[in-house]
T-cell receptor, first 116, second 110 residues
Framework: IAGITQAPTSQILAAGRRMTLRCTQDMRHNAMYWYRQDLGLGLRLIHYSNTAGTTGKGEVPDGYSVSRANTDDFPLTLASAVPSQTSVYFC???????????????FGQGTRLTVV | GENVEQHPSTLSVQEGDSAVIKCTYSDSASNYFPWYKQELGKGPQLIIDIRSNVGEKKDQRIAVTLNKTAKHFSLHITETQPEDSAVYFCAARGSYIPTFGRGTSLIVHP
């Protein structure tokens, strides 16, 4: 069982370039999330999707976009990268996004992105 | 929205000692409180969780307590071992998405 897979594992990107971080899950979870992790700031939500075809903004959405064309894939795109987007990015998925759902979030291994 | 505060940011203990990490949350509607462990170079993994209708839950050397009135919950690790060294995150979930604390770096010295 692969769980949730992110690619690439790391990337050095020139400022101004476009970049898509890939995320795929094989657990048929309906909810997926993108977080960025910065030292001392914990995990901050960028965007989320509660089901295929819908997306929503999290705490720090500026400069990022997402799409959810199907259940399994949830790519994160940086349209024009800036140095402040240097971070470790985690994709996660869970069974439910509703208030009544008690479901664990499963995380990928992360993508370490450096924008220079 | 939900706001989760986590303390301390760093915790250093000797092997065999106990470790306690505390979190507070703001949204009284939150009803699910998971704890995640993140080892170096890996993604966070769930280690224990608690629902709002339960005050305490144990799993071997780890336990979590929840005080809904005071809106705080804590992680307790007993008989710490070097392999417990990691970053620990608490989270609170109410209306839809879990909100995470800023993490605690636990260092267990042999």
């Amino acid at each position: 069982i692969a769980g949730i897979t992110q690619a690439p594992t790391s990337q050095i990107l020139a400022a101004g370039r476009r970049m898509t971080l890939r995320c795929t899950q094989d657990m048929r979870h309906n909810a997926m999330y993108w977080y960025r992790q910065d030292l001392g700031l914990g995990l901050r939500l960028i965007h989320y999707s509660n089901t295929a075809g819908t997306t929503g903004k999290g705490e720090v959405p500026d400069g990022y976009s997402v799409s959810r064309a199907n259940t399994d894939d949830f790519p994160l795109t940086l349209a024009s990268a800036v140095p402040s987007q240097t971070s470790v990015y985690f994709c996660a998925s869970s069974d439910s996004i509703t208030a009544g759902g008690f479901s664990e979030a499963f995380f990928g291994q992360g993508t370490r992105l450096t924008v220079v | 929205g939900e706001n989760v505060e986590q303390h301390p940011s760093t915790l250093s203990v000797q092997e065999g000692d106990s470790a306690v990490i505390k979190c507070t949350y703001s949204d009284s509607a939150s009803n699910y409180f998971p704890w995640y462990k993140q080892e170096l170079g890996k993604g966070p993994q769930l280690i224990i969780d608690i629902r709002s209708n339960v005050g305490e839950k144990k799993d071997q050397r780890i336990a979590v307590t929840l005080n809904k009135t005071a809106k705080h919950f804590s992680l307790h690790i007993t008989e710490t071992q070097p392999e417990d060294s990691a970053v620990y995150f608490c989270a609170a979930r109410g209306s839809y998405i879990p909100t995470f604390g800023r993490g605690t770096s636990l260092i267990v010295h042999p």
